[in-house]
């Protein structure tokens, strides 16, 4: 097997593909096959969200504390964790020939990555936060205010743990980084969607480079692996295909998915409601009054 991230993606839960007839919901309103959280890579969903839980708390704390707090649990992760320290490697050889001066990553899943390859590359790191605030660490891990570290004309690789359209980045990142007088001017990113984002990235000026892209062979390669089952790849290919058109077939085989959603409750209902306010759904599959 060429690339051993796909084998990790699906030991990990990083890529659950739904049962036939139990699509995901997507934040947008919209219904699919499958789901991605890049940060399970950390190891596991749980591991994942201890370290999320983390950050959090951190990042609500004292700022200059903020590195080295996150820090000492991703240490404790690449001691523990044979995936994660491996998929550290690749990202680092991936940007060690990167012309860079030091590393970005933004809250709160781009420092599951951009961390650990920053300190094993012996680079600085530059952490965003939402309110584009940031702090600098230095190789020698101290860090200092942002504005203090002199990165005025200095270029940085921004590490990313998931690309779809790169929203982020031109609502945060790059003006973060620009506010300090540097430039992000190459991306990495574990996992590309494939959805436009790789073009905005280059039109921007900082072209990204990505361990896997979300293509029909990733999952065709996990069918071959056992990973999914043949009627699990037909929906994810029929999705990739045209997703509005998979959303739509769905709803019209199943005209009483959207009643039960809302009648669960909760998210399902928020995202069953989101569908139809949106106009997401056919009229055939709206709920009878």
């Known amino acids: 097997?060429?690339?051993?991230?796909?084998?990790?993606?699906?030991?990990?839960?990083?890529?659950?593909?739904?049962?036939?007839?139990?699509?995901?919901?997507?934040?947008?309103?919209?219904?699919?096959?499958?789901?991605?959280?890049?940060?399970?890579?950390?190891?596991?969903?749980?591991?994942?969200?201890?370290?999320?839980?983390?950050?959090?708390?951190?990042?609500?704390?004292?700022?200059?504390?903020?590195?080295?707090?996150?820090?000492?649990?991703?240490?404790?992760?690449?001691?523990?964790?044979?995936?994660?320290?491996?998929?550290?490697?690749?990202?680092?050889?991936?940007?060690?020939?990167?012309?860079?001066?030091?590393?970005?990553?933004?809250?709160?899943?781009?420092?599951?990555?951009?961390?650990?390859?920053?300190?094993?590359?012996?680079?600085?790191?530059?952490s965003i936060f939402k309110d584009l605030s940031s702090v600098y660490t230095g190789p020698d891990g101290r860090s200092v205010p942002s504005e203090q570290a002199g990165l005025a004309g200095k270029r940085s690789v921004h590490i990313a743990d998931l690309i779809t359209v790169a929203s982020s980045y031109v609502r945060a990142w790059i003006p973060a980084v620009e506010a300090l007088g540097a430039r992000i001017t190459r991306s990495l990113s574990v996992v590309d969607r494939d959805q436009g984002g790789s073009q905005i990235?280059?039109?921007?000026?900082?072209?990204?480079?990505?361990?896997?892209?979300?293509?029909?062979?990733?999952?065709?390669?996990?069918?071959?692996?056992?990973?999914?089952?043949?009627?699990?790849?037909?929906?994810?290919?029929?999705f990739i295909a045209d997703p509005d058109r998979f959303m739509t077939d769905f709803l019209l085989a199943h005209p009483d998915f959207l009643a039960n959603e809302i009648a669960k409750g909760g998210k399902s209902a928020q995202r069953a409601r989101l569908c139809i306010d949106s106009g997401f759904a056919p009229e055939a599959a709206l709920p009878k009054a």
């Open 1 to 126: 097997m060429d690339n051993p991230i796909i084998s990790w993606l699906f030991e990990t839960d990083a890529v659950r593909v739904c049962p036939e007839g139990q699509p995901f919901w997507y934040t947008s309103g919209k219904l699919g096959p499958f789901y991605i959280n890049t940060q399970f890579l950390f190891g596991s969903e749980a591991a994942a969200n201890e370290l999320l839980a983390v950050i959090e708390a951190a990042c609500a704390g004292d700022r200059l504390a903020f590195y080295d707090t996150v820090y000492a649990q991703i240490e404790a992760q690449l001691a523990a964790c044979p995936i994660y320290a491996q998929l550290i490697d690749l990202l680092c050889d991936a940007a060690r020939s990167m012309d860079v001066d030091f590393v970005s990553g933004g809250e709160r899943r781009d420092f599951f990555f951009s961390m650990p390859v920053a300190r094993r590359l012996g680079l600085g790191h530059l």
């Open 201 to 238: 990235l280059a039109d921007a000026g900082c072209p990204l480079t990505t361990l896997v892209v979300i293509k029909p062979e990733l999952f065709e390669t996990a069918y071959s692996m056992g990973r999914i089952t043949q009627k699990q790849l037909d929906l994810v290919l029929s």
